[in-house]
C-alpha cells in the first residue's frame, strides 16, 4: 500500500484481556515506532525497531507491553492484562532509513478498556 | 512522558488571518518535524526541518528551525477553514542515538469563516 496501515482501527477490551495490534508499515521503510496518544495530548514514544531489531524499548510503560517485527517489515504491539490506564490511540510510524528522516504514521489503533 | 512546550494551546482567528505558533525546549535537536492531526486520524507530517536557521514552506505553511536549536515555528497564511486541525511540533535529539521523536502538547486551530 502507499502508506502506513493499521489493525484494528478500533479495539474494546475487557479489564484483564491480552491485545494485539498490527501495524504495516510503508514498504522498504527500515525504521518502525510505537507511539502511545492520550485524549487530548501528543504522541509519546513507546519503542523503535530498525529492520527486525529493537533497539529503544525505553517508552513502554511496563512489562504488559511487548513488541516485535520478527521480519523486519509488519510489527505487532501486545498489551497483556490490559488495564483501563492503557486507554488510548496506539500510533505507528515508519521511515525510511536511520537517523534523521522523516516519520510517516498510519491511523492508528483507539483501544478502550473496559 | 516528556513533551515540548507549544504555544498557543488554542486559538480561534478568522479566515484570512496568518497564524504563527512555536515549539519551544529546554535541549537542543537536529531535527524538527511539523505534523497536522484532524480526529480520528493520524498525524499528517507538513515540514520537515533539518538545520540551524534553515526556513521551509509548503503551500501557505512555513516552518523555521530556530538557531539555538532549541525551538522551531510554524506560519500559516491565509487561513482557510480546512485548517481546523491540531498542529504538533516533534523534535530528534542530537544525542538520542535511537531517532525517537519527542512531540510537543499541541496548538489547536480553529477558523471562523
Known amino acids: 500500500g502507499a502508506g502506513v496501515s493499521q489493525s484494528p482501527r478500533y479495539k474494546v477490551a475487557k479489564r484483564g484481556q491480552d491485545v494485539a495490534l498490527r501495524c504495516d508499515p510503508i514498504s522498504g521503510h527500515v525504521s518502525l515506532f510505537w507511539y502511545q496518544q492520550a485524549l487530548g495530548q501528543g504522541p509519546e514514544f513507546l519503542t523503535y525497531f530498525q529492520n527486525e531489531a529493537q533497539l529503544d524499548k525505553s517508552g513502554l510503560p511496563s512489562d504488559r507491553f511487548f513488541a516485535e517485527r520478527p521480519e523486519g517489515s509488519v510489527s505487532t504491539l501486545k498489551i497483556q492484562r490490559t488495564q483501563q490506564e492503557d486507554s488510548a490511540v496506539y500510533l505507528c510510524?515508519?521511515?525510511?532509513?536511520?537517523?534523521?528522516?522523516?516519520?510517516?504514521f498510519g491511523p492508528g489503533t483507539r483501544l478502550t478498556v473496559t | 512522558g516528556q513533551q515540548l512546550n507549544q504555544s498557543p494551546q488554542s486559538m480561534f482567528i478568522q479566515e484570512g488571518e496568518d497564524v504563527s505558533m512555536n515549539c519551544t525546549s529546554s535541549s537542543i535537536f537536529n531535527t524538527w518535524l511539523w505534523y497536522k492531526q484532524e480526529p480520528g486520524e493520524g498525524p499528517v507530517l507538513l515540514i520537515a526541518l533539518y538545520k540551524a536557521g534553515e526556513l521551509t514552506s509548503n503551500g501557505r505553511l512555513t516552518a523555521q528551525f530556530g538557531i539555538t536549536r532549541k525551538d522551531s515555528f510554524l506560519n500559516i497564511s491565509a487561513s482557510i477553514p480546512s485548517d481546523v486541525g491540531i498542529y504538533f511540533c516533534?523534535?530528534?535529539?542530537?544525542?538520542?542515538?535511537?531517532?525517537?521523536?519527542?512531540f510537543g502538547t499541541g496548538t489547536r486551530l480553529k477558523v471562523l469563516a
Open positions: 516533534a523534535g530528534q535529539r542530537a544525542t538520542s542515538g535511537t531517532y525517537k521523536y519527542i
Open positions: 510510524a515508519s521511515s525510511t532509513g536511520t537517523g534523521a528522516y522523516e516519520q510517516y
